[in-house]
Each structure stands twice: as C-alpha cells, then as structure tokens.
C-alpha cells in the first residue's frame, strides 16, 4: 500500500503512462514577483490584517 506516499517509476516497471510534469528549472526573478504579489493579495484580504 502507498497511501499517502510520494511513489515513483523511474524504470517503468509498471509499464504505465507518465501521469506527473516535475519542474526541473526554475526562472527564480519571476518565482519571487508571483510570489510577492500572492502574499501582497492574501495580505490584503486577510482577517488578521489592520485597517
């Protein structure tokens, strides 16, 4: 059983199409503008925030 396991084929033994893209590259610039800007507009919805 593998339930709630992270289960990988990397010789497909189960001879099962590929089901996951993993992101092998990361463009770190535009990671962190998305990233701030998420947190920029949770912030600002959030409750805890002050008027």
Do not use: C
């Amino acid at each position: 059983m593998s339930l709630g396991q992270t289960v990988v084929d990397l010789y497909n033994r189960t001879g099962k199409k590929p089901n996951v893209y993993a992101g092998r590259k990361i463009n770190v610039e535009k990671f962190w503008e998305v990233m701030l800007s998420a947190l920029k507009i949770a912030s600002h919805f959030s409750v805890m925030s002050t008027p």
